[in-house]
């Protein structure tokens, strides 16, 4: 009898496969490096994260190495333009992350060989989640992204909070874990398939009929993935491991889990179930309602900005949602838009708090709005970087937030959903009092004397934070280079 063994395109999970081996080299080189020199695995994670984007463009269809039809790697992973687009997103956020880590991962004193290895794994598990094209690899790239995190969230054992919002994160995350795993059971059970192109053919076949199994499947998937970008009320978790993990990691995860979290529900629920779009529209409508309003009204009285900051990247994940639930074209498009410079602007905000607290003397570890204060005076550069990020993530014209913003709003009118646009509007005007509070510390409060370090940045930081800036100011005022990408990426979730 012979045994006939399917080929194996490893082309399509090349960049996936550059990272898991940098990781492995992190390891290995971890070994033979004096305690002095461990900050070189940042420049070789660095170095991996590069050759892994650069491989994401040469594979991508149309290419020189890819003339022909999308590839597949046993209908499980696909290297569409869809995943080259969230490849390059979380790709661009782990660089941030290394090159924010740089400094700080040494002031700390968390394991350097641990840290870059743990962080290389989880980039790896966001990039086959939104590679995925099947159920099940969405639930397995899930759990490798989650346990790689769940670890790094407790990395810093000298810190008691540090631990307490790993073990919360967790056993959270494995409740979630739960869901998406029997809603996936539930699709199996009515479909026959895992597989997202089966699932589609199959709920296009019903005519606009909606099983009653079909949609409790996909409710539980829903909460499962919604815990992961922190949609109300799956959001527990956030502001405790936020505020808990080292403010590198918390950097990386508010960005890149969010990114690989709506990668995942655009493929099930535009490409898979977009024919039953009557049926969630009102779901994510609501939750959109719910998660930016919860998120900014509970972020008006935190004094901590990191926590400040998870309440804020829950409202954002709730401006993100409406985009998604236009279901459109232009909706799809302007999530996409929205993840890519959201990447800048919250991890960069997360890595100003890293810088404020390498100041020596800098109470509450340079996360709380007195530390801020008087800022402008210590540190212009630094200030004037904050403010960007603050003015950005407000929506101020003409930074890039206004216009992801806009388009999203934009997104929900034209499918009918004002009244959503309306709820966003002014949960944005809410939104600008705590942004601007930050803005008034640093340059209207006083704060303490200019001491000798508060000059410094380390240059690894520093080049993060310029890049992150740069990004701001130029997809603010001329988006053009990021919307060819977005257009082809959009027209290969739709058109499957």
């Known amino acids: 009898m012979e045994i006939l063994i399917p080929p194996l395109d490893l082309m399509v999970v090349a960049p996936e496969i550059v990272v898991l081996v940098t990781a492995l080299a992190v390891m290995i080189v971890d070994l033979f490096l004096a305690k002095a020199q461990k900050s070189r695995l940042a420049w070789l994670s660095l170095v991996g994260v590069i050759v892994a984007a650069g491989l994401s463009?040469?594979?991508?269809?149309?290419?020189?190495?890819?003339?022909?039809?999308?590839?597949?790697?046993?209908?499980?992973?696909?290297?569409?333009?869809?995943?080259?687009?969230?490849?390059?997103?979380?790709?661009?956020?782990a660089a941030l992350a290394i090159l924010f880590s740089v400094e700080y991962v040494d002031r700390v004193g968390l394991a350097q060989g641990e840290y870059y290895t743990l962080l290389l794994l989880s980039t790896a598990g966001m990039m086959l989640m939104a590679a995925a094209v099947n159920l099940m690899t969405i639930f397995m790239a899930l759990e490798i992204l989650s346990i790689a995190l769940y670890v790094l969230v407790g990395l810093n054992r000298a810190e008691q909070r540090s631990g307490e919002a790993a073990l919360k994160y967790f056993v959270l995350g494995a409740f979630a874990s739960a869901f998406l795993l029997y809603g996936i059971a539930l699709t199996y059970g009515q479909v026959g398939s895992t597989s997202l192109a089966e699932v589609r053919d199959y709920v296009a076949s019903l005519g606009g009929a909606s099983p009653v199994l079909l949609l409790v499947a996909l409710g539980l998937m829903l909460v499962g993935l919604g815990f992961k970008v922190a949609l109300v009320p799956f959001h527990m978790w956030t502001p405790d491991a936020y505020e808990g993990a080292p403010t590198s990691v918390t950097a990386f995860m508010s960005v890149g889990v969010k990114a690989a979290g709506f990668a995942a529900l655009g493929r099930v629920l535009v490409y898979a179930f977009g024919d039953l779009y009557s049926s969630w529209v009102w779901v994510l409508a609501v939750l959109a309602v719910l998660t930016m309003s919860v998120g900014n009204l509970a972020a008006l009285r935190q004094t901590n900005l990191k926590r400040m900051l998870a309440y804020s990247s829950i409202a954002h994940a709730g401006y993100i949602l409406v985009g998604l639930a236009a279901g459109t074209s232009l909706g799809i498009s302007a999530v996409l838009f929205y993840l890519f410079v959201y990447v800048f602007m919250n991890a960069a905000a997360f890595a100003v708090i890293i810088a404020v607290g390498r100041f020596e003397g800098s109470v509450g570890r340079g996360e709380t709005l007195g530390d801020f204060a008087g800022l402008g005076a210590r540190q212009p550069a630094l200030a004037a970087v904050m403010a960007l990020l603050m003015l950005s993530l407000a929506g101020v014209p003409p930074l890039a937030g206004f216009f992801a913003k806009l388009w999203v709003f934009g997104a929900a009118v034209q499918a009918d959903l004002t009244w959503l646009t309306v709820f966003g509007v002014i949960n944005s005007v809410i939104s600008a009092y705590y942004y601007l509070r930050v803005v008034a510390a640093m340059y209207m409060r006083e704060g303490r004397s200019v001491g000798p370090d508060d000059t410094r940045v380390h240059p690894a930081l520093g080049a993060g934070l310029g890049l992150a800036s740069a990004a701001i100011v130029v997809l603010g005022i001329w988006p053009a280079p990021i919307l060819g990408l977005v257009r082809a990426t959009v027209a290969a979730l739709m058109g499957g």
């Open 57 to 93: 463009y040469y594979i991508s269809p149309g290419s020189a190495a890819r003339p022909e039809s999308i590839p597949l790697l046993q209908d499980m992973l696909a290297a569409d333009a869809y995943a080259l687009f969230f490849n390059l997103v979380i790709l661009a956020a």
